[in-house]
Structure formats: structure tokens, C-alpha cells
């Protein structure tokens, strides 16, 4: 079995910053790409921020500049660091992770969600 949980997120005003965690736990050989996404309610869900296993990065237009997504493979573990927030970020954020536990392919892996708003 493979668990993902975030953490980090909350209420913050706006210009203010948030840093989210997502760690990875259970049955993994191996993690490929690992990413934030968020959702706001009635709208579809959107990347914000990934990284490959080897490092590389890719961001939303909205992200850049502002957020800064890094990984640590010995922990497992992905974060979003969130700098100048504005309302507009105001969303659920998931962590997604590609995760090989063996057999032939790898399998994606969705945490539970954490809310963050950004007051104006």
C-alpha cells in the first residue's frame, strides 16, 4: 500500500507565504514525477508546479516567480514553497505522485488535499 498526505496549508493574507509538504510512505521502489495541483470549487483541477526525479522543474504561468517546488528523494517528499500569495490562490492543493511498488508500470497517486486561503 502507498499513502500520500499534504500538510502546510491555511489561512494566510495576502503578499504572505505558505509552505506545503507532501510526503510519500508504504510500498515504493522508486518515485518518478511528483507535482502540486490545486482546484477551486467548480472548476477543473490545474498543475501548479512538478519535478522529475532528477530535478527539473515546471511551473503554471501563475506560479512563476512566486512558488518554488523542490524534492527530497531519501524522505520521499515533495514541497511548494508558496512566496506573495494572492486571493486568486485560494484553493484545494493535491500532491501528485508517480510511484513504482513493483510489477511493470507505475502507478499515480493523489493525497488528500489541503485547503489554503489567501485573504485580500
Known amino acids: 500500500q502507498v499513502q500520500v498526505v499534504e500538510s502546510g496549508g491555511g489561512l494566510v493574507q495576502a503578499g504572505g507565504s505558505l509552505r506545503l509538504s507532501c510526503a510519500a510512505s508504504?510500498?515504493?521502489?522508486?518515485?518518478?514525477?511528483m507535482g502540486w495541483y490545486r482546484q477551486v470549487l467548480g472548476k477543473q483541477r490545474e498543475l501548479v508546479a512538478g519535478i522529475t526525479s532528477g530535478g527539473s522543474t515546471n511551473y503554471a504561468d501563475s506560479a512563476k516567480g512566486r512558488f518554488t517546488i523542490s524534492r527530497d528523494n531519501r524522505k520521499n517528499t515533495v514541497y511548494l514553497q508558496m512566496n506573495s500569495l494572492k486571493p486568486e490562490d485560494t484553493a484545494v492543493y493535491y500532491c501528485?505522485?508517480?510511484?513504482?511498488?513493483?510489477?511493470?508500470?507505475?502507478?499515480?497517486?493523489w493525497g488528500q488535499g489541503t485547503q489554503v486561503t489567501v485573504s485580500s
Open positions: 508504504g510500498s515504493i521502489i522508486s518515485i518518478n514525477a
Open positions: 501528485n505522485a508517480a510511484i513504482y511498488s513493483g510489477g511493470t508500470s507505475l502507478k499515480t497517486y
